[in-house]
């Protein structure tokens, strides 16, 4: 099974500035095809999940261009460049090269 | 506009069986790759089951397998969790979850439904 650890768990950050999760998988996720396999999703408040970053760089339809995803084989990082109030939530990497493994989540509080 | 609806939680003593649905509306159905992914109180997402457009290939996480069976009826557009040997650590909302994309195999999660809640406990 492949494992995901994320660094911070949480972090509080002020609108306007940038803010970083990192994530690591236990074993690489590069397809043969050079794309990674590694999904960003924000979950709100009370909210079900939303997609944000797939293939490791792509964003979702809709999802602001202040969301970017980078990195490959086994360490991925989401930076927001400037966030904004409607950022808050849980953000979650997940693998999908094996089935589909979450990471733990980090808090993003805004200040 | 797409719509998933869970429905089929409650309360189950540890052993027994539940069977949870998952009703689409909004997208054709028999296209999309489906799965269920939980949330246990209080914690975070963990992926459960995915089955393929046309049905013919499922998975699960190692902690199911064996006692989870995850199945579609298209004439339904309706997805089916059947779980049984509930274990205490099964407690957790369930959500059903469309693929991003058409025809697709374990695509990106794309719609989620607000879920069903299923507590395992004697």
């Known amino acids: 099974e492949i494992v995901m650890s994320q660094s911070p768990l949480s972090l509080a950050v002020t609108p306007g500035e940038p803010a970083s999760i990192s994530c690591r998988s236990s074993q690489s996720l590069l397809y043969s095809n050079g794309y990674n396999c590694l999904e960003w999703y924000l979950q709100k408040p009370g909210q079900s999940p939303q997609l944000l970053i797939y293939f490791g760089s792509i964003r979702a339809s809709g999802v602001p261009d202040r969301f970017s995803g980078s990195g490959s084989g086994t360490d991925f990082t989401l930076q927001i460049s400037r966030v904004e109030a409607e950022d808050g939530g849980i953000y979650y990497c997940v693998q999908c090269l094996q089935r589909k493994t979450f990471g733990q989540g980090t808090k993003l509080e805004i200040k | 506009q797409v719509q998933l609806v869970e429905s089929g939680g409650g309360v189950v003593q540890p052993g027994r069986s539940l069977r949870l649905s998952c009703v689409a509306s909004g997208f054709t159905f028999n296209n999309y790759g489906m799965h269920w992914v939980r949330q246990a109180p209080g914690k975070g997402l963990e992926w459960v089951a995915v089955?393929?457009?046309?049905?013919?290939?499922?998975d699960y996480v190692d902690s199911v397998k064996g006692r989870f069976t995850i199945s579609r009826d298209d004439s339904k557009n309706t997805v089916y969790l059947q779980m049984d040997s509930l274990r205490a650590e099964d407690t957790a909302v369930y959500h059903c979850?469309?693929?991003?994309?058409?025809?697709?195999?374990?695509?990106?999660?794309?719609?989620w439904g607000q879920g069903t809640l299923v507590t395992v406990s004697s």
């Open positions: 979850v469309k693929d991003l994309e058409k025809y697709k195999w374990n695509d990106p999660l794309d719609y």
């Open positions: 089955i393929s457009y046309e049905g013919s290939n499922r």
